[in-house]
């Protein structure tokens, strides 16, 4: 289990899966020709000698001011999806989020970055036949702008995935809808990034001096630190993650900040370094 303290705001990662696959799922030019093009400190923690990319699915357990907080919340169990992987799951998640000392009803609040299928999963769970909220002693925070997006989307192409993971907690009445900027505490704050999706946000945290910040999807995969311009077939608007992507990197780039990437595999925390024109993950 990686924990991380951040002055005095803890860190934990809880990791529902990690695996190599074709980089070109996530992000077009991520070929395996192209992988193994890429600077070599992407290698072995983030690209593989067959030019796959590794990636992971996590969550964060950020503790702050006596409030625990689950930052995204996976893929889920028990869910139809279109990928075999992620199909009607049952992996150990929760049991691993016990194990780190987080049973599912000591969780205050849950926040998802955005509303995709790999951040919601948790939100739920399978219970007599229904999807019923997972983290019955939560508030669930989602982005104003977010849901007006979602809401009135058409169907999603993993599946049903606001009626299983989102509506549910609607329904039970946990849900706040937050603005980009909320502050979660006196340490934890959303920043605003939007472009993977409109209401999409990043979690900042400031304590004693220390700073990090986790991505959400803004980037995917560390090579998008030596690719900035490399984006996401799942950008809802791809220009704007572009700029930022580009606007992250430059304010969080040789700054003394932690960086957690949301679907960075093996170390997943690290620091950007000036690399020519672009920039390096260096692994924490
Ligand atoms: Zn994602």
Redesign the pocket.
């Known amino acids: 289990m990686q924990r991380w303290k951040i002055g005095r705001v803890t860190i934990t990662k809880i990791t529902e899966l990690e695996t190599p696959g074709p980089g070109t799922f996530v992000i077009p030019q991520a070929t395996p020709e192209a992988l193994l093009a890429a600077p070599a400190w992407l290698r072995p923690h983030f690209v593989n000698e067959a030019g796959e990319a590794i990636m992971s699915?996590h969550s964060f357990v950020v503790e702050s001011e006596g409030a625990r907080i689950l930052v995204d919340t996976c893929v889920g169990n028990d869910k139809p999806r279109p990928i075999p992987e992620w199909d009607r799951r049952s992996g150990p998640f929760l049991d691993d989020l016990r194990r780190a000392g987080f049973p599912p009803e000591s969780i205050d609040r849950v926040l998802c970055t955005h509303l995709?299928v790999?951040?919601v999963g948790w939100n739920t769970r399978l219970e007599g036949g229904r999807f019923v909220p997972t983290f019955g002693n939560a508030r669930y925070l989602i982005g104003r702008t977010e849901w007006e997006f979602w809401s009135k989307a058409p169907e999603d192409a993993f599946g049903p995935v606001l009626e299983d993971s989102v509506r549910p907690v609607f329904d039970a009445g946990l849900v706040d809808l937050v603005e980009g900027d909320e502050a979660l505490t006196g340490e934890v704050e959303l920043l605003p990034t939007p472009g993977h999706t409109p209401g999409h946000v990043s979690v900042r945290i400031r304590s004693e001096g220390a700073e990090a910040v986790i991505t959400g999807?803004l980037m995917?995969h560390p090579v998008q630190c030596a690719h900035p311009e490399w984006g996401s077939h799942f950008d809802t608007d791809p220009q704007q993650a572009l700029a930022t992507r580009r606007a992250f990197l430059e304010r969080f780039g040789d700054r003394p900040a932690l960086v957690l990437g949301?679907?960075f595999a093996g170390p997943t925390a690290g620091h950007l370094r000036r690399d020519g024109e672009a920039w390096r993950f260096e692994p924490a």
């Open positions: 699915i995709h790999d951040h999807d995917h949301t679907h």
